[in-house]
C-alpha cells in the first residue's frame, strides 16, 4: 500500500536521506529507529509533504507523488491533498491548536476538508476521544491539559481524517517518563486493531512490542530491516549493534 | 546662520525675561526691550514665509534667501532704530502666542490691526492699507460681493481677516486653509468656488494666473500694522516714529511699488489718527462651557468619524499587503514590501498634500473627507501589516504544519489556524495604533477638514484661553482613548486560551 523508491533529500546541501526504498502492506506496523539526525524524521516529513523530496517517488493507496518540484499547478497542489489526507502525522510536539477547545481541534480538519456536517463530526470526535480515554475532557482547551492528554488528543485529531497510515514522529519524546506509557497504551491499541502505521521511536521495548518490522536508519540509509526478534536479539551490521548497545545502556 | 545653542541660550534668557514681564506690575523692566534690542543690535521680528510672498517669501531666483517687501520694511526700521533685522520664522497663525513667549520683539507679517488683536497686544500705526479681494475662476459668473456666497464652498486663510468676515455669512460652505497656495489650486480643481483673501496676495498669487480673475472691487479695508507686547511702551514709541518718519519720506512708497503692491490707499498712512482701545477683558472658555463645549464636541464628531474610518481602511488594507507580502507570487511580494517601506518612510503630511492636493492633477479628485480618510488609512495600513506580520511570525511553525498535515489548505490554515492565533498577540499594537489615529487625525487640518484640535486652535484664537480650551479639548481626547483601550483590554481577555 506503501511504496518508496529511492527517496532522496538534503538540506543546504547536506544530504539527509540518501536513497530510501520502503514498501509497506496494508495492518502493517513499521518502527524506525537510529541515532539522532539520521533521517528518521525528514522520512516521515516527506512521506506526508511537509518536506518535498529532491528526487524519488512517494505512493500512498494510489496516490504517487514525484519529488524534485514543489507543487504549483492546483493539480499538483490537489494531489498533493489527497496524498496528505491519506496519511495522519502525531508530532514530538502535540502542536495541538491552542486557540481551538480539544474537540474542536479533531473535527475542525473533518468539516472544513471534507466537509463533514457538524454534529456527525462531533459525534465522530466524542467516539475518537473514548477510544483514546479523555471523553471528560472534550471542552477544554489544549492549556489545560497535561503532555500526555494533549498527545492523546493529537492522535484522536489525525484519526479524524480516516487516514489510510499514521505517521508517530517520536510521539513520547517531549513527555515525563510517567505520561510516556498512556500514549503508548493508545498506540499499543491501534496496533492491535490493524492500523497500518509507521513509529519513530527511542522506545525499545515499546518498539520490540509493537512493530512486525523494524527498520534501523543511519546516515540517511536503512542500513537493516527486519522483524524484531532479528533485529533486536541478532543484529547484522555493526553499525546496528553498536546503536542497540548504546540504548540498552542508557 | 546661528549656532543652535546660542539660539536656545537666547531663547532661554528671553523666556526668563517675558516670566518676569508677565508678572505685572513691573513697568521698569519694560522700557528695557528696546534697550535690549540696542545692546544687542538685532531686531528679530516674527513671520511665516511659507507661501508668504508677496510679504516675505523665498526668492525663486536665490531661494537660500528671503525677499518681500516686509523684509524690507523690517530693514528699513532696523536702520531707523540703529541695528539690524533677523527673521524668526513662525507659523502665522501662532505668532501672537510666540511673540508673548518672548521668541521675537515683534510681530511684522500682515497682521491686521483690529480691536481682538489690540486687546491682546499692542499694535503699532500702520504701515500698509490692505483690502480684501475676491477670486474666482476666469468662467464664473457673479459672485462679486461676499453676501452673494450663501450655499457655496469658499476658501479662506486660517484666522484672517476674510476668515471672519464671510464666517458670519449664513450658509457659506467656510473651508479653511493653512496656505494660500493650495487655496488657489482647490479654486482651479473646482473644489471651491471663491477665495476671500488680502488684496496684496490676491496680487501677487491670482493677478498673474490665466484661469483666475479678480470678481469685484476690493473691500473692507483695514490696516496691518506692527504687533509688540504690550509691556514695551518704549520700543512700541520707537517703531511708530519711524513707521511715521518711513511714510513721510517716500521710503514705503518705494519699497510697495518695487513688489507692486502699491495703490492710493497707502496715501491715508501719512496721517493715521489711533483710536482708543478698548481694555482687555478676559474669557475664561471654562467659566462659559456650555458656549465652547458643544463647539468642541462637534469637532469631536469629525474626529470620531474620521478616525473610525480610516482605521477600518487600515485593518482590512492592512491584512490585504501582509497577506500579499508573505504568501503571494514574487513580484507582488515585492510590491507589498516596497509600499510597507515607502509609506513608512515618508510623511503622513506629505502623503496627505499628494493625496488632496496631487491626485488632482492626474484627474482624481476626492473631496477632503476622504482624502483624509485615504491618506490616514492608506498610512496606517502600512504599520496594521507590519503588525499582523509580527502576530503571523509569532506563531509556532508547528502550528501551519500541523494544518497541512491534516490536509487543509493553505488559505484553511491561514484561515482557522494562523490567523486567529495572530490576532491576539495583534490586538495591543493595533489598538495602540487606533488610540493615536485619534490624535494623529488633527493632522488632516492641513487638507481644510475641520476636526476637533481645528476647532480648539480656531477658538483659542479668538479667545485666547489657550488653558480653558486645553483643557477640555485633551478631556474629550481622552474620553475617545480611554474606552478604546478598555475594550482593546476586554477583547484580549476573552481571547485567552492559555488559562489553566
Known sequence: MIAVEKLVKSYNSTPVLRGIDHAQNRSEAVVLIGPSGCGKSTFLRCLNQLEIADSGRITIDGVTIEGGRIPRSSEERERQRQLRRRSGMVFQSFNLFPHFTVLQNITVAPRFVKGVPTPEADARARQLLAKVGLENKADAYPAQLSGGQQQRVAIARALAMEPQVMLFDEPTSALDPELREEVLRVMRQLAEEGLTMIVVTHEMQFARDIADRILFFDDGLVVESGPPDRIFSNPQHERTREFLSKVATR | ?500
Open chain 2, 1 to 500: 546662520m546661528k549656532s543652535a545653542s546660542r539660539l536656545s541660550r537666547v531663547a532661554v534668557r528671553d523666556f526668563v525675561f517675558v516670566l518676569l514681564l508677565a508678572s505685572r506690575p513691573l513697568p521698569v523692566f519694560a522700557s528695557d526691550t528696546l534697550e535690549l534690542i540696542r545692546s544687542r543690535d538685532v531686531l528679530r521680528w516674527g513671520a511665516d514665509a511659507e507661501g508668504g510672498a508677496p510679504y516675505v517669501y523665498p526668492d525663486p531666483q536665490k531661494p537660500e534667501q528671503l525677499i518681500g517687501f516686509e523684509v524690507d520694511l523690517a530693514e528699513a526700521l532696523a536702520a531707523k532704530l540703529g541695528v539690524k533685522a533677523t527673521m524668526v520664522q513662525n507659523q502665522w497663525d501662532q505668532l501672537i502666542p510666540a511673540l508673548e513667549r518672548g521668541n521675537f520683539e515683534i510681530i511684522l507679517n500682515g497682521l491686521e490691526i483690529t480691536p481682538e488683536n489690540r486687546q491682546r497686544i499692542a499694535m503699532s500705526r500702520p504701515y500698509f492699507v490692505y483690502a480684501q479681494q475676491i477670486v474666482t475662476r476666469k468662467n464664473t459668473d457673479g459672485l462679486t460681493r461676499i453676501e452673494d456666497f450663501g450655499g457655496k464652498p469658499i476658501g479662506v486663510l486660517s484666522s484672517s481677516v476674510a476668515q471672519r468676515l464671510v464666517e458670519k455669512i449664513s450658509g457659506v460652505d467656510l473651508r479653511i486653509y493653512p496656505g494660500n497656495v493650495e487655496t488657489f489650486r482647490d479654486l482651479k480643481a473646482n473644489r471651491i468656488e471663491a477665495v476671500v483673501l488680502d488684496l496684496p496676495i490676491a496680487l501677487y498669487y491670482a493677478k498673474p494666473d490665466p484661469g483666475l480673475k479678480f470678481s469685484g472691487a476690493p473691500f473692507a479695508p483695514g490696516y496691518y500694522g506692527i504687533g509688540a507686547r504690550k509691556s514695551d511702551a518704549s520700543l512700541l514709541a520707537a517703531l511708530n516714529q519711524a513707521v511715521e518718519e518711513l511714510a513721510r519720506d517716500g521710503a514705503l512708497e518705494r519699497i510697495y511699488r518695487k513688489y507692486g503692491v502699491w495703490d492710493e490707499r497707502q496715501e491715508r498712512l501719512k496721517d493715521y489718527q489711533p483710536e482708543a482701545v478698548p481694555e482687555k477683558k478676559s474669557i475664561s472658555t471654562l467659566r462659559d462651557w456650555p458656549k465652547y463645549l458643544p463647539l468642541l464636541l462637534r469637532g469631536a464628531v469629525t474626529t470620531v468619524e474620521l478616525s473610525l474610518l480610516a482605521m477600518a481602511l487600515a485593518v482590512v488594507a492592512g491584512l490585504v499587503v501582509v497577506l500579499v507580502r508573505l504568501y503571494a507570487i514574487a513580484p507582488l511580494r515585492w510590491l507589498a514590501r516596497a509600499y510597507v517601506e515607502v509609506i513608512r518612510g515618508t510623511p503622513l503630511l506629505i502623503q496627505l498634500f499628494l493625496i488632496y492636493y496631487g491626485l488632482p492633477e492626474i484627474g482624481i479628485r476626492l473631496n477632503a473627507f476622504f482624502a483624509a480618510i485615504l491618506g490616514l488609512g492608506l498610512n496606517y495600513a502600512a504599520s496594521e501589516a507590519e503588525n499582523y506580520r509580527a502576530g503571523i511570525q509569532s506563531v509556532p511553525p508547528g502550528q501551519p504544519e500541523a494544518a497541512l498535515a491534516l490536509g487543509m489548505s493553505q488559505w484553511q490554515t491561514l484561515q482557522h489556524v494562523v490567523l486567529p492565533q495572530a490576532l491576539r498577540v495583534v490586538i495591543p499594537p493595533v489598538t495602540n495604533d487606533f488610540i493615536a489615529m485619534f490624535k494623529d487625525s488633527s493632522i488632516v487640518s492641513v487638507i481644510t477638514m475641520v476636526e476637533l484640535t481645528k476647532v480648539y486652535g480656531m477658538l483659542a484664537m479668538s479667545t485666547y484661553d489657550y488653558i480653558g480650551l486645553g483643557l477640555m479639548t485633551a478631556g474629550i481626547y481622552f474620553a475617545l482613548s480611554y474606552p478604546a483601550s478598555l475594550f482593546a483590554d476586554r477583547l484580549e481577555r476573552k481571547l485567552r486560551y492559555d488559562r489553566r
